[in-house]
Structure formats: structure tokens, C-alpha cells
């Protein structure tokens, strides 16, 4: 995916595509889509508020010990 984003911005860089947009529908073909269903979408809202919560309490030292090698 990184080297696919660096690629459609190299292409509007070098001017073969003017926008992301323009980009975008030359280079991307969607295969398929996904719904979500309301029960898993509300269980998926669910978690993100908790681990929102989780990652404000922690004040960042989950990413303190990933420098000291942790």
C-alpha cells in the first residue's frame, strides 16, 4: 500500500495526473466493497471508543518502552 500511495503521488508530482482524484481512478480498481452489518458496526464503535480511552490514559507509554527496546 506504501509503495502504491508513493507511486500516485510521484504521478501527480511529475505531472502525468493533476489531481489524487485523477490518480486515483487511472490507478486504483476497487474489487469489492464490504458493508457493514449494524450489530458489528456499533461493536466496532464500541472498541474504538475503548481503546481511545485506553491510549489516553496510558499517556504514550506503550511508545516509550518500544524506544528502550521493550
Known amino acids: 500500500a506504501a509503495a502504491a500511495g508513493a507511486a500516485i ?3 501527480i508530482g511529475s505531472g502525468t495526473y493533476a489531481t489524487i482524484s ?3 481512478d487511472a490507478l486504483v480498481q476497487v474489487e469489492r466493497t464490504y458493508e457493514p ?3 458489528r458496526a456499533e461493536q466496532a464503535r464500541e472498541l474504538l471508543v ?5 491510549r489516553k490514559r496510558d499517556g504514550g507509554a ?3 518502552a518500544d ?3 521493550e
Open 50 to 54: 475503548r481503546y481511545e480511552s485506553l
Open 9 to 11: 503521488l510521484a504521478g
Open 62 to 64: 506503550d511508545l516509550r
Open 67 to 69: 524506544a528502550r527496546g
Open 37 to 39: 452489518t449494524p450489530a
Open 22 to 24: 485523477e490518480a486515483l
